[in-house]
């Protein structure tokens, strides 16, 4: 269903993938949009291995929520872990692409905890994440992504 990567020697063990896909603070997520044209849109997110899930907010209405309501299968990328190697000068770069399906968690306990879970991966506190729920919370959308496929990749840049 999903492509094998075309060039096999750059392919990276899923462990190191996900690695990756944990420690990353930023990633790219791409919903099929209007009229055909794909919408790439950078975001923060949660990783979480065990569930095999993204999870990100945002807004309640706008254009990427009509785009997943007309259609759930969305590619989430992240890249990074550049390293410059003594042997030669030009650096190295991972990525992870993701595919799944994403959908709007419903308002309730499981929608704050993981908004919770994913706020800690950003404020400096458990408190300042507590009000900030308080104050705001109410007015997000909750996202989930599915993971149905992953793949990853090193290249060198040159």
């Known amino acids: 269903m999903f492509r094998e990567m075309r060039r096999k020697k750059n392919e990276i063990s899923i462990d190191m993938a996900k690695q990756l ?6 990633g790219v997520l791409a919903v099929n949009g ?19 899930r993204i999870y990100f907010h945002g807004a309640k209405i706008g254009y990427k929520v009509d785009a997943l309501r007309a259609c759930d299968k969305v590619c989430f990328t992240v890249y990074g872990n550049e390293t410059v190697r003594t042997e030669s000068w030009a650096p190295f770069m991972q990525s992870v692409v993701v595919f799944g399906r994403c959908h709007m968690m419903d308002a309730g306990s499981e929608a704050t905890r993981r908004l919770k879970q994913f706020a800690m991966k950003y404020y400096p506190s458990e408190q300042l994440v507590d009000e900030e729920i308080a104050h705001a919370g109410k007015a997000v959308q909750v996202f989930e992504i599915e993971i149905e496929h992953m793949s990853g990749k090193e290249i060198q840049e040159r």
């Open 34 to 52: 209007d009229d055909g044209y794909p919408y790439a849109i950078p975001v923060n997110y949660l990783y979480d291995e065990e569930a095999q």
């Open 21 to 26: 896909l944990a420690s990353s603070r930023r």
